[in-house]
């Protein structure tokens, strides 16, 4: 994990979003990037439902709105006594000449060992589920999800929620710098929410294998949420401080009609989330 993309806006949990990427940064020597992130096109806000009036961003607000989020990031990396990146080591850079629009989330994020978000939701200041898609769906690369209260521990005690698929199975694979870190980890399967696959206890050994302290576990609830209200109740109760997740194992249409444990834990995780797809 030696180096982080972090997009930086100016929604509510852009200081959780900071503070996980330095606890992952300082734990692995690794350098963290910003960018400023903001819509590829002129924001409408409707002012008038009849008339139809809009207010239009236009290139002044576009380039308050890159200042505004260089100044939170770097303010925060002086803050904490961060040094600027050399070609090796802990720091931070910026890259300025960063496009508007999510899409360059998914295409630089190419690149990175880990890209960093805030967890989406619905109020206009929370981060934006297009841009946490974008990640997920474009970059190739895992994504650590911050919760909306900093954490001030992350990867020492660590939960897969596994379900035997492909998308796990890749979350897994990529979280292996934590997992050869952590002091414990558990692989939790949850009844009725499986696919076709290896067990859990078959990934526990596996990971034994690499010389990883690690337990599976098996507990009701897979039907309910997909599963997501019994792994996270499960990790709350376990005292975990990362859960590492495959991302949408049923289709993402499905998951918004029905509900799944993606959803439901990207609505309501109070921990780290490492996820793939």
């Known amino acids: 994990m030696k180096s982080l993309l972090v997009p930086t806006a100016s929604h509510e949990l852009m200081p959780s979003v900071l503070e996980t990427a330095l606890l992952v940064g300082r734990a692995f020597e690794s350098v963290i990037e910003g960018f400023a992130l903001r819509p590829s096109f002129a924001e409408y806000i409707p002012v008038d439902m009849v008339t139809g009036l809009t207010w239009v961003g236009d290139e002044g607000d576009d380039g308050a709105a890159v200042q505004a989020s260089r100044d939170t990031f770097v303010r925060f990396m002086q803050e904490r006594s961060i040094p600027p990146a050399a070609n090796r080591g802990h720091g931070w850079r910026w890259a300025a000449d960063a496009p508007p629009g999510d899409a360059f989330v998914g295409s630089h994020g190419r690149v990175f060992d880990l890209v960093v978000l805030g967890r989406p939701g619905r109020d206009r200041q929370a981060p934006s589920m297009a841009t946490l898609e974008a990640a997920l769906f474009e970059s190739g690369r895992p994504i650590l999800i911050a919760p909306p209260t900093a954490p001030t521990a992350l990867g020492r005690r660590v939960m897969i929620a596994w379900n035997g698929s492909t998308e796990t199975a890749r979350a897994t694979a990529f979280a ?33 294998a690499h010389g990883i302290a690690c337990e599976a576990r ?11 209200e019994a792994i996270l109740s499960e990790a709350a109760a376990t005292g975990c401080d990362l859960l590492i997740k495959g991302a949408y194992t049923q289709s993402r249409i499905r998951q918004m009609i029905f509900g799944g ?17």
């Open 176 to 208: 292996m710098p934590f997992l050869a870190r952590a002091e414990s980890v558990v692989v939790l399967t949850a009844e009725g929410g499986t696919v076709p696959g290896p067990t859990g206890e078959q990934l526990a050994r596996s990971l034994q």
């Open 261 to 277: 444990a993606t959803s439901h834990i990207l609505a309501e995780a109070r921990l780290p989330v490492l996820m793939a797809h």
């Open 218 to 228: 098996t507990v009701p609830g897979g039907h309910i949420r997909g599963g997501g």
